[in-house]
């Protein structure tokens, strides 16, 4: 059984920073490529960002320069520290990832999701 924990959001207001996190546990072989991922009301699930387990990142072009991505690989977390938030930065942030656990056997894992609200 593999478990994702994130951080708790919350409210920040425009040009604000926030960061987030999140720490997986459990049945863990290896953990590969970490990421965040966020929905705004009536849309789709969207990725953020993406981390593999050497640090290439990705990142969807809304938040590039604003949004870094980071991981510990000793344990097992990831943080997304996101700068100059904007509204429509608005979403239910989930933390991913893609989990060997065991030699071969990987599965993808979501975290319970976290609210972050950017007031204008």
């Known amino acids: 059984q593999v478990k994702l924990v994130e951080s708790v959001g919350g409210l920040v207001q425009a040009g604000g920073s926030l960061r987030l996190s999140c720490a997986a546990s459990?049945?863990?072989?290896?953990?590969?490529?970490l990421g965040w991922y966020r929905q705004a009301p009536g849309k789709q699930r969207d990725m953020v960002a993406l981390?593999?387990?050497?640090?290439?990142?990705s990142y969807a072009d809304s938040v590039k320069g604003r949004f870094t991505i980071s991981r510990d690989n000793a344990r097992n977390t990831v943080s997304l520290q996101m700068n100059s938030l904007k509204p429509e930065d608005t979403a239910i942030f989930y933390c991913?990832?893609?989990?060997?656990?065991?030699?071969?056997?990987?599965?993808?894992?979501w975290g319970q999701g976290t609210l972050v609200t950017v007031s204008s």
């Open positions: 991913n990832a893609l989990i060997e656990t065991t030699p071969g056997s990987s599965y993808t894992y």
């Open positions: 459990g049945s863990i072989f290896r953990v590969n490529v």
């Open positions: 981390i593999t387990s050497i640090g290439t990142t």
